[in-house]
């Protein structure tokens, strides 16, 4: 490996180990997207892999290369996330004990995943720093090997062997958009892609409050920067590697940025149209693509859909959110005269209108209402901005007064 960068040789024997012990995931053509975006698209999903991200690929054939003393150690690595349970399955799948450190805030459901593939689960720490460090102490305690998350060259070909896949499938392909995060997959990817035809555009994409690739690459040196406040956790990375950072600045042709909110509807919408579930790290790339941030319109584009673990608590906050921008779910507030019957005509009308109550409150409270008067919030779902308008047209022939809650 020179320069400790795998070479495309590598990632085929990577990708011959990994052969029966992964997926191999579906290169799926998206005639849908392909007219929203007007491009040629095609979906890498990963979010169907093993664990439910491509994080799998590395850690197992990271996993594979241990030494016998190593073996017997055991493995340990810093996680609250797809590494801790791409790890997790590597050791389970490996026979090796295995300790993920993961901080004290991390979700009851990452934590029962990561327990669920045999390894142990220890807590310490406000975030990811703080895990690694009480990892590193555990290390040296137990005499274990720490498997990193991206840089590592058993973990950069093991991720590229999904390049090797898009190429198998889509010869022609012009352009591959990745997610990221450290830069692992990014790298991975680029090496086997470019090896096979330089032509290939690769593209990465990363958050606007989580930019430490991009700074880096800009900078010409590894630089700190993110805000660690993206719902992108997954690629929310405080700066990248020393082998991600020399790989994406050969093979990578540019790196762009999205936000947060482009991602969540990047996320609605490949659920509303394609029936497809990812994370928001899994879905940046797709977000760039929407904003008209990559161009597609020549050739055909493979897109990775990295991951799919997503919290379900913010994937419900995704879908009443996106809905609401969409104008599918409106908020209605009204102050009515508290007398009986008011409430039933104002659904009455909504009913007759098309319009689906999908929530109602009452707020006898709230400071602004007058004496005599009801606050009422209504959350109705509605078909479109015309349906809308015709349902609000109907509400205001009643008379009451009423506003749009954002």
């Known amino acids: 490996m020179k320069g400790g960068l795998p070479e495309i040789q590598e990632i085929r024997e990577a990708a011959s180990y990994l052969k029966g012990k992964v997926n191999r995931t579906e ?72 300790k993920i450190v993961m901080p004290e805030y991390t979700v009851p459901a990452k934590i029962n995943a990561v327990q669920g593939y045999g390894a142990e689960v220890v807590l310490r720490g406000r975030d990811y720093s703080e895990a690694r460090e009480a990892a590193e102490i555990i290390r040296k305690s137990d005499g274990r090997t720490f498997i990193e998350a991206f840089n590592d060259p058993y973990i950069i070909a093991g991720q590229g062997t999904i390049g090797l896949e898009i190429l198998e499938d889509l010869p022609d392909v012009s352009t591959i958009v990745v997610p990221v995060g450290g830069g692992g997959l990014i790298s991975g990817i680029s090496i086997a892609a470019k090896s096979i035809n330089p032509a290939i555009r690769i593209i990465g994409v990363e958050s606007e409050l989580s930019d430490s690739m991009k700074a880096s690459v800009e900078q010409g040196r590894i630089v700190d920067h993110t805000s660690g406040d993206s719902i992108a956790d997954g690629i929310s990375v405080k700066f990248p590697g020393e082998l991600t950072l020399a790989a994406v600045r050969k093979n990578v042709d540019e790196i762009v940025t999205v936000s947060d909110e482009s991602i969540a509807l990047a996320i609605y919408k490949l659920l509303e149209r394609n029936k497809t579930l990812v994370e928001p790290s899994g879905a940046a790339a797709l977000a760039a693509i929407m904003d008209r941030k990559v161009d597609v319109s020549k050739g055909k584009t493979a897109v990775i859909l990295s991951g799919g673990n997503i919290n379900f608590l913010l994937l419900s906050k995704i879908i009443y959110k996106s809905m609401e921008i969409e104008s599918k779910l409106v908020r209605i507030e009204f102050k009515i005269p508290d007398r009986p019957g008011t409430l039933y005509r104002i659904s009455q009308a909504i009913s007759e ?26 959350a109705i779902n509605v078909r479109d901005e015309k349906h809308l308008s015709a349902l609000l ?14």
């Open 27 to 98: 290169l799926h053509h998206s005639t849908t997207f392909s007219k929203i975006v007007g491009g040629d698209i095609y979906f890498k999903m990963e979010n169907h892999q093993k664990t439910g991200s491509f994080k799998a690929r590395g850690a197992i054939n990271r996993v594979s290369k241990l030494t016998p003393e190593e073996r017997s150690h055991g493995i340990i690595t810093a996680s609250s996330g797809n590494h801790a349970q791409g790890v997790a399955y590597a050791a389970m799948v490996g026979g090796i004990n295995a």
């Open 353 to 378: 209108a098309g319009g689906n109550i999908f929530h109602a409150e009452v707020d006898n409270l709230a400071k602004d209402t007058p004496v005599g008067y009801q606050a009422v919030t209504f």
């Open 393 to 406: 047209d109907r509400i205001a022939g009643l008379g009451y007064r009423y506003e749009i809650v954002t």
